[in-house]
């Protein structure tokens, strides 16, 4: 097993690789981007996006900016027409856009192999603090998500295969149907309503992750505080991931039932809870756990980007999709990385289990 380990750490480099490679490649065809983010706010009324802009010289160029020029420009930014192009050349030397895309990916694979990601455009911040300081609000709401999530939808996975076709198998999967078929978003905004100082109740607090007081508690105190504020926002994403998972167990379950080793366990004098759980168990959780991964992933991170901004929770999601829409670069592809590095070492953590679940699996002998 070691050795399977080290081969599939070794792949991981070549994969973030392409990741990195793609993801680089695509914004060079990308339209619109930092420089003529500024540019469109200085044609428009945020002339405060000068205020970004680091450096002195920075600030004199964007004051002349400001006030125009009469002569044209020719430029490649589309907007930058009456802008004094040596403005424009601060602004590329500013992102860096003076230098060919071969150096600045370059740069950017050696700096990320130090996990160094600069500073963000925009935010005038380290990237990697942004991340450390969003990654506790995403790794909250992924986490809690998915173990709930695994821990109701696999007893009730199987409870419906054991009990396929009857009333509680039928209104099970109803109940569950209909909860993957409401929004989380809109789910979200009920649970508000109800409970958080809308038209009812006011039980649970609307925004954060702790109480302002969060620093003078115990821990007792931190953990029932720190509890409290998640409630409804869990809620909220868990709601609609039951089916899934339900349904996927179900299944792997019903298939394995049918087989003839079940049969012939069942004719050898086991009990349904040996049969179950000593051989049935091991081969149907597979595919469960195989799923673990894109499972997280999506509540890490696709799964919360509303959720957060209902609750006013600033995490992962809500930096990327913002990074996103700014065109800031250094944070756009940090997120993907460490987002495609967790991917990669989840799914070696699920592989890894598939021995722990059924010892019979060696991956010593496979190709990766």
Wanted: aromatic share 14%.
């Amino acid at each position: 097993m070691a050795t399977y380990i080290i081969r599939r750490i070794l792949l991981m480099v070549p994969t973030i690789f392409g990741i990195m490679a793609l993801s680089f490649l695509l914004v060079q065809f990308a339209p619109g981007g930092p420089v003529e983010r500024i540019i469109a706010q200085l044609s428009g009324t945020e002339i405060s996006a000068t205020a970004r802009i680091g450096g002195s010289s920075g600030g004199d160029f964007a004051q002349s900016a400001a006030s125009g020029f009469d002569a044209a420009l020719s430029s490649k930014y589309r907007g930058a027409r009456g802008l004094d192009p040596e403005f424009i050349k601060q602004l590329e030397v500013q992102f860096g856009f003076d230098k060919p895309w071969y150096e600045r990916f370059g740069k950017m694979v050696w700096d990320y192999a130090r996990f160094d990601f600069g500073s963000s455009y925009f935010r005038d911040v380290r990237v990697l603090d942004l991340i450390a300081e969003k990654l506790p609000v995403s790794i909250s709401l992924g986490l809690w998500t998915t173990l709930i999530t695994y821990f109701i939808s696999i007893p009730l996975g199987i409870r419906k295969a054991m009990s396929d076709g009857s009333r509680f198998d039928l209104w099970t999967s109803t109940a569950i149907i209909v909860g993957y078929a409401i929004p989380g978003f809109l789910f979200a905004v009920l649970l508000i309503v109800l409970f958080a100082g809308g038209s009812f109740y006011n039980i649970f607090p609307l925004r954060g992750l702790t109480s302002d007081n969060w620093s003078d508690m115990n821990i007792a105190m931190k953990a029932v505080d720190y509890l409290w504020h998640i409630v409804l926002p869990i809620t909220a994403l868990v709601i609609g991931s039951f089916a899934t998972t339900t349904l996927l167990t179900k299944n792997s379950f019903l298939d394995e039932i049918k087989k003839q080793y079940v049969t012939t366990a069942r004719a050898k004098g086991l009990s349904e809870n040996q049969v179950l759980y000593g051989h049935v168990f091991r081969n149907a959780m597979l595919i469960i756990i195989a799923g673990f991964p894109g499972a997280f992933i999506g509540a890490f991170f696709t799964g919360s980007l509303l959720i957060e901004q209902i609750f006013s929770l600033d995490g992962m999601g809500l930096l990327s999709y913002q990074s996103i829409v700014n065109r800031d670069y250094p944070v756009v592809f940090a997120t993907l990385y460490v987002f495609g590095l967790l991917g990669l070492v989840l799914t070696l953590i699920s592989d890894i289990t598939y021995t722990w679940v059924d010892p019979r699996i060696d991956f010593e002998t496979r190709e990766v």
